[in-house]
């Protein structure tokens, strides 16, 4: 199998049924200590994994229209490991009984200097920082947002010993995207509502 190319499914209730061979591989690079084997991931519900609330709707969104049977478009995202920059493309495809399958196939990978700030096991302190869900930019004030190296210099947070903790958000740009994949997304099953009509 290729190795950039992750597959997983998951039951009418969002329960992970199969996860493709090389998934030690890809918890490996999300630096997910303790879900390295497909045993440790197999019979949990998805949504443990998923935690953010903006991307948990969006994978809630995609998969109502997987099930309605949208046809689906693969959509690109940002994965980054502790060590790459990650460019992916997520495809859902519906299957019998409700079930789903995600392939997430790594496009392209671009190597950044390791960044404790990613790292599961860094020592962290009181403060936070919103990470955008998508494209991994670091907010800086109210509507403004830097790639994660800039953002780091700008926090000051490469002189830093503990990494401020982590919360999730979206970005003003990758927010307009997420609308606009879910605005054609509801045309499309629209367009098959009316057809059964
Ligand atoms: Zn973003």
Redesign the pocket.
């Known amino acids: 199998m290729n190795k950039d190319v992750f597959i997983y499914r998951v039951d009418d209730t969002d329960t992970i049924t199969s996860v493709s061979d090389n998934w030690g591989d890809f918890a490996e690079g999300n630096a997910w200590s303790g879900f390295l084997r497909p045993d440790d991931v197999v019979g949990r519900t998805l949504w443990d994994f998923i935690q953010d609330r903006e991307t948990r709707h969006l994978y809630q969104e995609l998969f109502k229209r997987a099930r309605a049977g949208v046809p689906s478009r693969s959509i690109p995202f940002r994965c980054d490991s502790p060590s790459e920059r990650r460019y992916l493309e997520l495809l859902i495809v519906s299957l019998p009984d409700h079930q789903i399958e995600i392939t997430s196939k790594i496009l392209r990978t671009e190597p950044h200097s390791p960044m404790n700030l990613l790292k599961a096991d860094t020592p962290r302190s009181k403060d936070y920082v919103t990470i955008?869900?998508?494209?991994?930019?670091l907010k800086l004030a109210p509507e403004q947002?830097a790639e994660i190296e800039d953002g780091l210099v700008h926090l000051r947070l490469f002189e830093a010993d503990e990494m401020p903790q982590l919360t999730h958000g979206?970005?003003q740009?990758?927010y307009q995207v997420a609308l606009g994949e879910l605005e054609i997304l509801k045309t499309a099953s629209k367009a098959i509502d009316n057809d059964k009509k």
């Open positions: 955008c869900s998508m494209c991994k930019k947002w979206l970005c740009s990758c």
